[in-house]
């Protein structure tokens, strides 16, 4: 029987708390509220719509933990927009702020993230509180999202910074492909963000790997040449099947140190659900993304495990919240069947 197993077998028993924490004690479950960074409203509702997708399926998974909660900015919606080049700067730095404190203390103390969150400009306070804890060891990154989210207030051209947390950490402007004139206070910040957790770039754009990624704009491609960062579209990952796709992945990666996966949900098919802000079509199915998540957490390398970007507003029956949380619970499950 597999710990899983075993901890449902107790699951009604005198014993089921201390057997609950012992399996659990690494894993810390962080939920960030935010959906500054989203072009449109509701992502901040995801973690919820989460948990009442457990409730439906009658799984116990959020009782196993004591959530952290992160502290959002979401009061800056009602003060309007002064950046138009990266809507809400101000109050994504300061959410990017409190994210990067709560996972380099979580990483100091050698626990394990489980991330879920709203929109995804969060991954990069994420990135920088793993990189904060352990600045001399390389981090590498898995991108499972239909987005590339290279974006600078220079290139982006929706001024939605959900899509700009790699240039973020990976401290690029991207000159190079401008077509924007942020306003001065614009890049101040700009600036204040790609110092957060230190002042050097947390990542080497070639230490990233996209999977599923299908809709992006010329400075990103520009990006993604100039630094050879591969890109396995979701036809790949049929082709070559998961275990092809994952092991490669992780060979290209075999110089880092570290691993961190961001999975967002916008890397689901538009068959399957629309509840994202951005949905794209061609994208993974839920079995598929089941596998391939439970797979990549495998590597002991895997330090942080993150999800983004469910808004049930734009769904109907909450269905993408239910596909994403059986990707939740089974990653979950691979985590504690290998830690």
Not at 90 to 117: M, W
Not at 235 to 248: N, Y
Request: glycine content about 6%; hydrophobic content about 40%.
């Amino acid at each position: 029987m597999d710990k899983w197993g075993f901890l449902a077998t107790f699951a009604h028993s005198k014993n089921y708390t201390q057997i609950t924490f012992m399996l659990m004690r690494d894993i810390k479950l962080v939920e960030v509220r935010s959906e500054l960074a989203a072009g449109t409203r509701g992502a901040s509702l995801g973690i919820d719509a989460l948990k009442i997708a457990s409730l439906d399926k009658k799984s116990d998974f959020f009782t196993q933990f004591d959530p952290i909660n992160v502290q959002d900015a979401n009061n800056y919606l009602w003060k309007g927009n002064k950046y138009p080049n990266a809507k809400y700067i101000d109050g994504v730095y300061q959410v990017l702020k409190n994210v990067y404190s709560t996972i380099e203390s979580l990483r100091l103390d050698r626990k394990f993230p489980i991330v879920l969150a709203g929109d995804h400009s969060t991954a990069a306070g994420t990135i920088m509180g793993i990189k904060a804890a352990d600045p001399d060891k390389r981090l590498g990154i898995i991108w499972i999202d239909a987005h590339a989210d290279l974006h600078t207030p220079f290139t982006t051209p929706s001024g939605n910074m959900h899509g700009m947390p790699l240039a973020m950490v990976s401290h690029l402007d991207n000159l190079e492909s401008k077509v924007n004139e942020p306003s001065e206070e614009t890049l101040t910040y700009w600036e204040r963000i790609k110092r957060i957790g230190g002042d050097q770039p947390k990542i080497n754009p070639k230490d990233i790997v996209f999977i599923s990624v299908r809709d992006t704009e010329a400075p990103e491609d520009f990006l993604m040449e100039k630094y050879g960062i591969r890109n396995f579209k979701t036809q790949e990952v049929r082709e070559q099947g998961i275990s092809k796709i994952a092991a490669q992945t992780l060979e290209i990666l075999k110089d880092c140190d570290q691993i961190y996966i961001s999975f967002d949900v916008d890397s689901l098919d538009t068959s399957i659900s629309v509840g994202t802000g951005t949905p794209v079509p061609d994208g993974l199915t839920v079995e598929e993304a089941i596998t391939l998540n439970a797979e990549l957490i495998k590597d002991k390398r895997v330090c942080c495990w993150e999800i983004v970007e469910v808004n049930p507003t734009l769904d109907t029956e909450n269905t993408m919240a239910e596909a994403a949380f059986e990707v939740l619970e089974i990653t979950t499950k691979s985590l504690v069947d290998h830690f």
